[in-house]
């Protein structure tokens, strides 16, 4: 398919498009350097990338993503702040909704758990050959402090077309978020 079909099929499914699931990533940086994590099972496992996973029900994103960093890598990040809200549009399987964090403030040490072996990478260095193939696209823009909203059309895993925007002020606030978790399974 040419890429401006894949544009108008992405556009397309988007028209009509409710998630399944509702997860967090919450990248965690300490001087120049980003927390991520070697996922040992569950969903992107062998993959690179921040901690997170799945909203409960009742619960906020920001809670989501500070309980699954906690669970996956053993820190407890304080004050984190929403940076992107992305959809992932697969033509087969699961449709997922993510909202990407990013704190700087916490406490503890990273130590392996049962689903992950937490590493720092330097800002410089981020392994985006072992990560989700969108991730080099709205990674960089989010650690450098930008607010961003993105859709990505997918085909088993492969990346087929996105569109990333900056997000407007009213578009990452905690008001906009309400409701979300009733998408999470």
């Given at each position: 398919m040419k890429q401006s079909e894949l544009d108008t099929e992405l556009e397309r499914r988007l028209r009509d498009w409710r998630p399944d699931v509702t997860g967090t990533l919450l990248f965690v940086l300490s001087a120049s350097r980003v927390l991520l994590i070697h996922k040992k099972r569950g969903h992107g496992a062998g993959k690179i990338n921040a901690p997170g996973g799945k909203l409960?029900?009742?619960?906020?994103?920001?809670?989501?993503?500070?309980?699954?960093?906690?669970?996956?890598?053993?820190?407890?990040?304080?004050?984190?702040?929403?940076?992107a809200r992305l959809r992932f549009v697969e033509r087969r399987g699961d449709q997922w909704l993510g909202y990407a964090l990013v704190g700087e403030r916490f406490s503890g040490t990273p130590a392996e758990t049962a689903e992950a072996l937490p590493q720092w990478f330097s800002l410089e260095d981020i392994p985006y050959t072992s990560m989700w193939e969108d991730d080099y696209i709205w990674l960089p823009p989010v650690l450098a402090g930008r607010r961003l909203i993105g859709d990505f059309l997918f085909d088993d895993g492969r990346l087929l077309a996105h569109r990333v925007r900056p997000a407007r002020h009213d578009e990452l606030t905690a008001s906009t978020l309400r409701g979300c978790e009733a998408a999470s399974k």
């Open positions: 409960e029900a009742g619960e906020t994103v920001a809670a989501c993503a500070v309980r699954e960093t906690e669970e996956e890598t053993g820190l407890r990040v304080r004050d984190p702040r929403l940076m």
